[in-house]
């Protein structure tokens, strides 16, 4: 299950990474050449980057607080399975001596 | 594609995804600073020969500085009189300079013609002009208006 979820986490920071890499040179490009060839005009352009950036910042956002929720979820339970395993590991150690002990 | 040329176009698109985001952020702050700022700015506009008589022209004076290049398409007056009809001025017998240099504030000045609806008394003139404004590559059409210029006339 949780091998899944992180393959899932990898492939979604994979793709904001293309994202964040390509989305502001195409629109820019794509923005340059319509405004160029009159087929919008500046304020059409910049409207639509806003409307587009704060679309992201609003996804990146939500995505960013669930990411981090199941990542401290994740740290906590690891963190409890190991202080599991060092009691554990105490205990046979204590075992172990108290056999030797007796023999 | 080997290790290296992948690493190599990674940093290349990181740079210019960068200076494309820096580019877009410069240009949006500019157009919205230029959008929102005023045609003329410390502007001053008055009537310079108060009480107006007989058949003379109104003489109007202005100063104020401009911040970007804009020429104007339009000036015209409008004269509320005290039981608020509006008239309007819009004959001019002297020319204003239609596109002032940007910067420093210089001075300017029109006549306009009286019309015949104006019978002594006390006005509040406006004087509105449409402007087309150019920064950068930006272009825009912008209006402002200067109100509350007394006229008086005998």
Known sequence: MDDK??????????????????????FLLSSIILIIFDIIDFE????????GFAITAVVWW????FTIKYLITTLNRASKNLQEVNQEVKAITQEVKSIRDES | MNLN???????????ISGFSMVTLIVLGVAYMSFKNSFVYQDVQIQIINNPV??????????????RHDCASTRVYGTAYSEDNRAIILDRFSKQYIYNTTPGDA????????KPKE??????????????????????QEKIQSYDNILLIVK
Request: net charge positive; charged share 15%.
């Open chain 1, 5 to 26: 979820k992180n393959q899932i986490i990898t492939e979604q920071v994979e793709r904001w990474d293309l994202y964040a890499r390509l989305t502001p040179t195409a």
């Open chain 1, 44 to 51: 059409t352009a910049f409207y639509v980057g806003l409307v």
């Open chain 1, 62 to 65: 939500w995505w960013a607080i």
């Open chain 2, 5 to 15: 040329n992948y690493a190599l176009i990674k940093a290349a698109t990181n740079i």
């Open chain 2, 53 to 66: 008589t007989g058949d003379k022209d109104i003489e109007f004076a202005m100063i104020g500085s401009k």
């Open chain 2, 106 to 113: 210089i001075p300017n000045s029109w006549s306009l013609v």
């Open chain 2, 118 to 139: 104006i019978i002594p008394g006390m006005y509040r003139v406006s004087i509105t002009g449409e402007f087309v404004c150019t920064y950068i590559v930006f272009k």
